[in-house]
């Protein structure tokens, strides 16, 4: 039998209310999706917290949900309803995407892991490669994120299989901060570690619920401190990060702590 006779045993004849029906579902589906991808962004916008997370992250799985439900319902009308045909046509097709769309697919395939796992969701703050920013939009083939400079840049899922992915709040409101001092060798540690505690624990911005710390590295040159705490939100970090740094190096001076200096390099600006 050749291919053409095959192709016919394969697909039912459509008839007129055929075609309505798959017209309806498509445009069914395609109402929808757009609907939802709407309606949900801005119903979470007014909330804050958890509830606005759990409502973003929910958008590219009901949006999975509803391609599945329109392919459910088209393929019985395209094809007889025979486990032999099903089986050769989704072999036809798989096998022809697969030579010509090997990194669309590998993106669309790791898209569904990603939301099967959960690496990244609509909220978090992630960092992929050289990128840092917040998700705004899980796409079937592609990572909308949103950095702190307000670029849109758009990641491939496929990234998934070849690059760590950080995520910094990981489902959660909030993150750790961090806040970096450079002290020179000759000071009181503990003074520093209390005076720092104590900038940490009088910021508007502190989420008090989590714990701060203060964290000290020696160097050659001197002292690296860190203040690792949580603000009350996630995109309030940058606010945070920022009062922490002004009022901590303000009240170091007030103590009379002397920064360390970046020592001046051979050569350079000679």
């Given amino acids: ?44 916008e007014r909330f804050t917290g958890k509830r606005r997370l759990l409502l973003l992250s929910s958008v590219p799985v009901i949006r999975l949900v509803l391609i599945l439900w329109a392919v459910i319902l088209v393929v ?61 939009h899980v796409g079937m083939r592609t990572l909308e994120i949103v950095t702190p400079d307000d670029d849109r840049v758009l990641v491939p899922h496929q990234q998934l299989w070849t690059q760590p992915v950080h995520n910094a709040s990981n489902g959660d409101a909030r993150l750790q901060c961090v806040a970096d001092f450079y002290l020179h060798p000759e000071h009181d540690g503990m003074a520093v570690c209390r005076v720092l505690e104590d900038v940490a624990l009088t910021s508007p911005y502190l989420y008090f619920d989590d714990p701060v710390s203060v964290v000290a590295k020696e160097h050659p040159w001197g002292t690296h401190y860190k203040i690792r705490a949580y603000p009350v939100d996630s995109t309030q970090q940058f606010r945070f990060i920022t009062d922490l740094t002004i009022r901590g190096r303000s009240a170091l001076q007030d103590i009379s702590v002397r920064f360390a200096v970046s020592p001046v390099v051979s050569g350079v600006g000679s």
Avoid: C, H
């Avoid at 016919?8 to 929808?32: C, F, K, Y």
């Fill in 1 to 44: 039998m050749n291919e053409s006779g095959q192709i016919s045993q394969i697909l039912r004849p459509l008839g007129t209310t055929d075609l309505i029906e798959l017209g309806l579902i498509i445009a069914s589906a395609i109402v929808l999706i757009t609907l939802m991808q709407r309606l949900i962004p801005w119903v979470a």
């Fill in 76 to 136: 019985p009308i395209l094809i007889e309803p025979s486990l032999q045909n099903t089986a050769v046509l989704l072999g036809s097709v798989g096998l022809a995407i697969g030579f010509a769309l090997k990194d669309y697919v590998s993106s669309l395939i790791a898209g569904v892991v990603a939301v099967g796992e959960q690496n990244y969701r609509n909220g978090d703050w992630v960092r992929i490669g050289d990128v840092y920013g917040e998700v705004r």
